[in-house]
């Protein structure tokens, strides 16, 4: 209804001035060249992924391939190591995200209840969190004497709870409306169902922003993987891009002779994994903006 | 009612109490625990040896940073980058916001939006990648460069080299590039939410577009503007790590070697965990002075802060 007014509003009901209407024109003008900037860096990455490797070596692909070839995906679908990684990026993205939405979410439910006792010392207790830590190298220290380090559950673990995103699902269950959770109580339902039952199936926008955090996050972190992993086998697709893209760096810094082919494996590997590893996200998020615009907006008034 | 004892009560809630403390044992673990790790700043930990047999230094650690002939290029790096970000980066996407809220075509406004959002869900990786590839002496950014006349191929440089004298702009432009359209939710949220009769008033009233921004929108979302404000001088000795380690090489290490970029290095690379630890110890508690100074300061300037 709001949005309505508004429209309404700002319609051209009263004659626009010339002035106004030069501003409206190079306001369009810019919103365009922004759209530009955000899209172009990943189309000029697929564009180079689908040429042939070694004329695109030479340089100058802009707009659109030059020598047509699907090259470069063959290749990354011919690396085991690569799938391997896939398989370590989806894995984690999976599960970590899963557990971590149910695992907060739960946590979340329980103190969002004012009748919770010893709520004002949980929250204390997690508020403290969010503007201390330990640092780098305790927190080293503390995944390495678990025996996390090299460990798959150090993707998963230590991402499955966050206070932040807890606070954005406790102002989230507070406006569910109570008389659902008491009828269900009425019925004899404890708090485990009522939570399953009841307030996560209602709960789907908050779900869905949190998950999308949490998947993103999953899905783009390449550092967990430089810091706590050491097999390769362990290793997420971000993590060997990152191990590509830095290895490529520093021998041409080096300026050692690398072999032309190598360059161009290894290049042609880079742009298509750059594009197979962003398309999924560009894929989906779209069509997520309500509930994230909702999430960063709850998050906002939150904070 | 009968007043039950506070033994009962729990009792009473003990599922409830026993979804808390699931959360509460997972911070103890993974927050608190490191937390406590801190004390091997003031100890000479080895990884071989327990964080209890290593010797006590005192501020050893504490000493040999601040005396590091690297230690005010390492400051310089870390706010001079964050001081860009603050005093540039920070206002742009309150700017976007308003420019994008003058947009009267809904689909193209929506279009625009979601086109912003995209660099937000590109990693680091695959940014640092192009960016790498395009500030290269052949790269996209040398091109476009020569093509408009601004120096000849002779002129060509490797932007990410040459002892980092480009690096701070790099890493002030492609931040506010990733995050401008994201960063710009909260603000078009707070101005979605100013009371249209306010503008209908000013445009009775005789008020062009400029006066409206600067009398009715920007004074209403002050609150939002001065929050995030306070939260992004805290950050301001957190620099983003995962960029700039993606975009640091020997070459301009001189300007790029910010204080995460130290610790990692110390700690990681050279096995000073002592040291590396007391350098992020040295920065956390700067960066919560920096909290409760911007917060006060925004509380007294505005009336809205953090807490």
Same mark, same amino acid.
């Given at each position: ?303 | ?82 001081? *860009? ?41 695959? *940014? ?15 091109? *476009? ?8 191929? #002779? ?76 939260? #992004? ?44 630890? #007391? ?29």
């Amino acid at each position: 209804m709001k949005r309505k007014n508004a429209e309404e509003f700002s319609g051209p009901k009263v004659k626009s001035s010339t002035g106004s209407r030069i501003f409206d024109g190079i306001n369009i003008v810019f919103m365009i060249f922004i759209c530009f900037l955000c899209i172009y860096p990943i189309w000029y990455v697929i564009v180079n992924s689908l040429n042939d490797a070694k004329d695109a070596m030479s340089g100058g692909i802009y707009w659109w391939p030059r020598v047509f070839s699907l090259g470069s995906y063959k290749r990354v679908f011919a690396e085991s190591g690569l799938l391997q990684s896939f398989r370590v990026t989806i894995m984690k993205t999976l599960i970590g995200t899963v557990l971590s939405v149910l695992f907060t979410a739960l946590v979340g439910y329980a103190l969002s209840k004012k009748y919770l006792i010893g709520r004002g010392f949980y929250m204390a207790v997690g508020t403290i969190t969010m503007f201390f830590g330990g640092g780098l190298i305790p927190t080293f220290i503390l995944y390495k004497s678990l025996g996390l380090y090299d460990n798959f559950l150090v993707f998963i673990i230590p991402a499955m709870f966050s206070f932040y995103n807890m606070l954005i699902m406790i102002s989230f269950f507070r406006e569910l409306p109570p008389s659902l959770e008491e009828s269900a109580r009425i019925d004899g339902a404890g708090d485990f169902t009522v939570f399953f039952r009841i307030v996560l199936p209602l709960s789907k926008p908050v779900l869905a922003t949190i998950a999308l955090f949490n998947g993103v996050y999953q899905w783009n972190d390449y550092f967990a993987g430089v810091m706590y992993t050491q097999s390769k086998s362990l290793e997420p697709i971000q993590t060997y891009l990152y191990r590509i893209i830095a290895t490529a760096q520093s021998s041409q810094m080096a300026t050692t002779a690398v072999n032309v082919a190598t360059t161009t494996t290894s290049t042609s590997i880079k742009l298509a994994t750059m594009v197979i590893t962003t398309v999924p996200i560009m894929c989906v998020y779209p069509f997520l903006q309500k509930y994230f615009v909702k999430g960063m907006m709850i998050g906002a008034v939150k904070e | 009612m009968k007043k039950k004892s506070v033994a009962a009560k729990m009792w009473q809630q003990r599922k409830l109490q026993l979804m808390a403390w699931l959360g509460m044992i997972w911070l103890l673990v993974f927050a608190y625990i490191p937390m406590g790790g801190i004390v091997i700043a003031f100890k000479n930990y080895k990884i071989t040896k327990g964080i209890w047999e290593a010797p006590w230094v005192g501020l050893q650690h504490f000493r040999d940073f601040f005396a590091n002939d690297q230690f005010w290029n390492i400051m310089a790096n870390t706010l001079g980058i964050s001081l *860009l970000k603050l005093v540039i980066g920070f206002p742009l996407p309150i700017i976007f916001a308003l420019l994008l809220n003058e947009i009267k075509n809904v689909t193209f406004k929506k279009f625009v939006q979601t086109a912003s959002y995209l660099p937000h869900f590109i990693s680091w990786v695959v *940014l640092g990648g192009i960016l790498i590839t395009w500030l290269d002496a052949n790269g996209v950014i040398n091109d *476009l460069f020569v093509a408009l006349g601004f120096y000849g191929d #002779a002129g060509r440089t490797y932007f990410l080299g040459e002892n980092g004298r480009y690096f701070w702009l790099i890493a002030l432009i492609s931040d506010s590039w990733k995050e401008l359209g994201w960063n710009a939710i909260i603000y078009l949220a707070a101005i979605s939410g100013i009371d249209q009769q306010m503008y209908e008033a000013a445009t009775v009233d005789g008020a062009g577009k400029l006066k409206k921004i600067f009398y009715i929108t920007l004074p209403s979302i002050k609150g939002t503007i001065a929050i995030l404000f306070v939260l #992004a001088v805290s950050g301001m000795m957190n620099s983003n790590f995962d960029q700039i380690f993606m975009l640091s090489n020997s070459l301009n290490a001189t300007r790029s070697t910010v204080i995460d970029i130290h610790v990692y290095e110390m700690g990681m690379r050279v096995g000073r965990y002592s040291y590396a630890t #007391a350098v992020g110890l040295f920065k956390s508690i700067i960066a919560l002075i920096l909290l409760l100074g911007a917060n006060t300061t925004s509380k007294k300037l505005t009336g809205s802060g953090l807490y």
